[in-house]
């Protein structure tokens, strides 16, 4: 099966521009995640979909972080204005169903942004 | 608060050598417990679980829930084990809180 699919792959931005990041889950699955994993870290959690509904974005910056999942299947996230703290890798996972006890998520190559 | 420790960022064996990662994690409920893997190049994938019980590449992890850790462990390391290995705590509902990693290096 096809894996979860991120665009672009590399972004290089001055801060205070805007940028958005784009992640198509594995076909079927109902959880997606965005993280964001800064230089020398493990990924952080920043929003957390089911279906096209938010369950958690207690992590996300939301003055200037947004993320959607219309329809339920593509998601995208947007910085907007950016900061230089927001260099980082951004991962989007996905998986079949966050309430199940053996789910899994799977993770997408990731989008590494750049903020001069 | 839900948190991960991996004490050690870098850690380098030799080939044929036994390897333990550590982790220690902070929760006050029923912790799951897994470990990833990010082989250079590729994606952060699963490498276990704890309620799987199971040995993955030969590797294994139990959690001591006295001592709070979940350590990963393999009697003989390969060269083909050399990657960014990260602890992550499930505190419910699918979240993940991850930590710093650790980047193993077998050496030949």
């Known amino acids: 099966e096809a894996g979860v699919a991120q665009s672009p792959r590399y972004k290089i931005i001055e801060k205070r521009q805007s940028v958005a990041f784009w992640c198509n889950p594995i076909?079927?699955?109902?959880?997606l995640y965005w993280y964001q994993q800064i230089l020398g870290q493990g990924p952080k959690l920043l929003i957390q979909f089911q279906n096209n509904g938010v369950v958690d974005d207690s992590q996300l910056p939301k003055d200037r972080f947004s993320a959607e999942r219309l329809k339920g299947v593509d998601s995208t996230l947007k910085i907007q204005p950016a900061k230089l703290e927001d260099s980082a890798v951004y991962l989007c996972?996905?998986?079949?169903?966050?309430?199940?006890?053996?789910?899994?998520?799977?993770f997408g190559p990731g989008t590494r942004l750049t903020v001069l | 608060a839900q948190r991960v420790t991996q004490p050690e960022k870098l850690l380098s064996v030799f080939k044929g050598a036994p390897v333990e990662l550590k982790c220690n994690y902070s929760y006050s409920g029923s912790p799951e417990l897994f470990w990833y893997v990010q082989y250079s190049r590729q994606r952060l994938q699963l490498l276990l679980r704890h309620i799987s019980r199971e040995s993955i590449k030969g590797f294994t992890a139990d959690l001591n829930k006295g001592e709070t850790s979940f350590h990963l462990k393999k009697p003989f390391a390969q060269e083909e084990d050399s990657a960014m290995y990260y602890c992550a705590l499930k505190p419910g509902a699918q979240k993940l809180v991850f930590g710093q990693g650790t980047r193993l290096t077998i050496n030949p």
């Open positions: 996972a996905s998986s079949l169903n966050r309430r199940l006890s053996t789910d899994t998520q799977y």
């Open positions: 076909s079927g699955h109902a959880t």
